[in-house]
């Protein structure tokens, strides 16, 4: 068995370790005797979404992403008739903001792909921690770090977890992300799947199930190290004492 | 002077006295901050007293060396210099090297004053130092989790110049972000920059900023990439280039480890082992021109200057040669690895990655990384260390390349000096650099002994 991943625009959205959920996506494909073909997607390149299993729309700075703005415009449709027919998607930071209606930065409104019925607002203090999550989808909190000028306001969506510590979608809402169909969006960089196997399992389990039909499960890997590495911010931000410390230096 | 500006530096000299006899650390940035709470106009007073001219160094790799090369630069020519500490520049720590650097009478006997500046800290320090020039090494990602973006650095630096349009800039051209904001601030700049391929594959490092130029959009194209985004560079579509440096290292050759180049005539032979430290020896030497300083004893001073800065310290141990490197971002590291793997004898390599806020608490950078190179450096063993040993023992799970874990440094270090290939590498990032530098010379001095008993 063999997916294609298609990394959107690396060349321009390659904030906060993206590559690692690209390796992630291959390695755990490889790992189980499946194959991974990864298909870097450069701006201005011609995009077939009928050969890709799996997206990835990364993280850049808001000058970049105002750049690829201007491509996702020519590939809006095609993009939307993907994501409705099951496409999956792992959008993370700006991308996304992307998948929504608009972002309104300071200066300017970076037109999205409209995927999403959501907003997002720049406002001047940026939201940067450690994050852990609880997702419903997971039996293990969702761990990573956020750093966003954006709130992302996501109406009647169902988001992808709820905030155990951290700021999250809009700083106040206490929810994380968005979840649809078989796309998540999220904030979560670190990168997101290296700790989270499971997220990253869940994604290819449906780009299997799509592709080579619902009989297709995957067989568990040693994921100890992964487990630790998750554990171990899960763990910090659990403890109470730990977080009024880091409380505290935060603000003097 | 001000009678506000004397208590100011006599509070803070009691500051340090106290800190020093406490024993509660070093002391740098305290007394900048009690005496800037007493006068909050202390830097300005204090700059003017320098009697020559004043330079700052920002960027985000090579900052520290570079300032210590000017530092000794001028040092050779008799002069007598203010430098801040390793470390300590931001505003407080500033503030700290000028007034603990007077006298009882609170005078500044300074020719010179050599300033590194963190970016953050540079848009509130330049307005108050009004430095006559200012070098910027590199602008790449570093620490996104305190900067936000790299754009966000960018306008930092640049209106941090653009506050003091005198200043006069001294830019590395074949960073297409540095001369970008160099063009746009209007200050008046001079240029270095290396026209040769001296970086390796495995140091050029996948990780680019902003290969689009700022001014019209389009992807830029690339003649050679140095590493990150530098090389020579233009844009196809609005005509920006890579101008002809003002200054520029040739004939760059590397025999038995250590690197050789002629610089403005002279045939240097560097005690460099890396091609970034000819970087920041041209950087220097360009910006002691800009000073219009002396420049009779460079060459002396350069062909027997330690790069090392305590960021890279060799030690023996049980007779095992151990290298302790810093590797702070994915630029700095990739040059590291690139080092390791020019090592073709047999190494054991220890890592350690701390998240503290001086570290920086994301540790996603280690993604940006190409650690796939590791699997070929004839490494016995790879040990992870400090609080995200485990993310970084993931990033190499992730290329396959198996390592362990330690919560012991000391015993690890130890064990490997014993046990290992007596060739050992320790990577630590910043929060780590000081105490396991201490404890590496400590073992160094224990094993000493032991060896006389």
């Given at each position: 068995m063999k997916l294609t991943i298609g990394h959107l625009y690396p060349d321009l959205l390659n904030l906060y370790g993206d590559r690692g959920n690209i390796q992630c996506f291959r390695k755990r494909l490889e790992w189980r005797g499946m194959e991974a073909e990864i298909l870097p997607i450069l701006s201005g390149d011609a995009i077939d979404f009928s050969k890709l299993d799996i997206i990835l729309l990364g993280g850049g700075s808001d000058r970049e992403q105002e750049l690829v703005c201007e491509y996702l415009k020519s590939i809006k449709q095609d993009f939307k008739d993907y994501v409705e027919q099951g496409g999956v998607v792992l959008a993370v930071c700006g991308g996304y903001q992307l998948l929504g209606k608009y972002y309104k930065t300071d200066k300017k409104v970076i037109e999205g792909l409209s995927i999403l019925d959501i907003t997002t607002e720049w406002e001047s203090e940026r939201l940067i921690r450690n994050i852990v999550l609880n997702s419903p989808l997971f039996d293990t909190p969702v761990v990573g770090f956020e750093n966003h000028g954006g709130r992302t306001y996501i109406g009647s969506h169902t988001p992808f977890g709820k905030v155990f510590y951290g700021l999250g979608n809009t700083g106040k809402s206490g929810y994380e992300g968005v979840v649809y169909k078989n796309v998540i969006g999220t904030y979560l960089h670190g990168p997101l799947l290296p700790k989270n196997p499971q997220v990253c399992d869940y994604l290819l389990e449906r780009a299997l199930k799509r592709k080579y039909g619902q009989d297709v499960t995957l067989e568990p890997l040693k994921d100890k190290l992964e487990h630790l590495a998750n554990g171990y911010i899960a763990g910090r931000y659990s403890d109470k004492k730990y977080i009024l410390k880091e409380t505290i230096k935060r603000y003097t | 002077m001000r009678l506000r500006s004397v208590l100011a530096i006599k509070c803070a000299k009691c500051t340090s006295y106290l800190i020093k006899k406490l024993n509660r650390g070093s002391g740098v940035t305290l007394p900048g901050y009690v005496a800037r709470l007493v006068d909050p106009h202390i830097l300005s007073a204090m700059a003017e007293m320098v009697k020559e001219k004043t330079i700052v160094t920002m960027g985000t790799n090579g900052k520290t060396t570079t300032n210590s090369i000017l530092y000794h630069a001028l040092k050779a020519e008799g002069k007598k210099v203010i430098i801040n500490r390793?470390?300590?520049?931001?505003l407080n720590g500033i503030i700290s090297a000028f007034v603990l650097a007077a006298d009882k009478n609170c005078r500044l006997n300074a020719d010179y004053a050599c300033i590194e500046v963190d970016e953050i800290a540079s848009v509130r320090v330049l307005p108050q130092l009004k430095p006559d020039c200012a070098l910027l090494t590199n602008i790449s990602r570093d620490q996104l989790d305190r900067f936000g973006e790299v754009d966000i650095t960018f306008n930092k630096l640049k209106a941090a110049v653009t506050s003091v349009p005198k200043t006069k800039l001294i830019i590395n051209c074949d960073d297409v972000l540095s001369y970008t904001l160099a063009s746009e601030s209007g200050n008046p700049f001079v240029t270095y920059g290396i026209s040769e391929q001296i970086f390796d594959d495995i140091s050029r490092s996948e990780i680019r900023e902003s290969i689009f130029c700022r001014s019209c959009g389009k992807k830029l194209e690339y003649d050679f990439f140095h590493y990150g985004q530098l090389g020579i560079y233009h844009c196809p579509s609005c005509g920006l280039e890579r101008p002809e440096p003002d200054f520029t290292a040739s004939e760059i050759t590397w025999n038995d480890g250590l690197y050789t180049f002629s610089m403005d005539g002279m045939l240097i032979q560097s005690t460099s082992r890396t091609p970034y430290n000819i970087y920041n020896t041209l950087s220097a030497y360009a910006a002691l021109n800009a000073l219009g300083a002396e420049r009779t004893h460079f060459q002396e001073m350069i062909e027997s200057f330690d790069y090392g800065n305590n960021r890279e310290s060799i030690f023996t141990i049980n007779g095992t040669r151990v290298q302790l490197h810093l590797a702070k971002n994915p630029i700095g590291f990739q040059q590291k690895i690139s080092l390791v793997l020019k090592d073709k004898k047999p190494k054991d390599i220890i890592i350690q990655i701390n998240d503290t806020y001086q570290d920086g608490e994301d540790i996603s950078w280690l993604w940006d990384v190409d650690f796939q190179y590791l699997a070929d450096a004839e490494a016995a063993s790879i040990i992870t260390a400090g609080t995200r040993r485990h993310d970084m023992g993931l990033r190499l799970k992730y290329e396959d390349i198996s390592c362990d874990s330690t919560t012991d440094l000391r015993t690890s270090v130890t064990r490997c000096t014993k046990d290992g290939t007596g060739n050992l590498y320790v990577i630590v990032n910043y929060s780590g650099l000081y105490s396991t530098n201490h404890m590496l010379a400590e073992l160094e001095k224990t094993q000493e002994g032991g060896d006389m008993a």
């Open positions: - | 390793t470390g300590a520049n931001m």
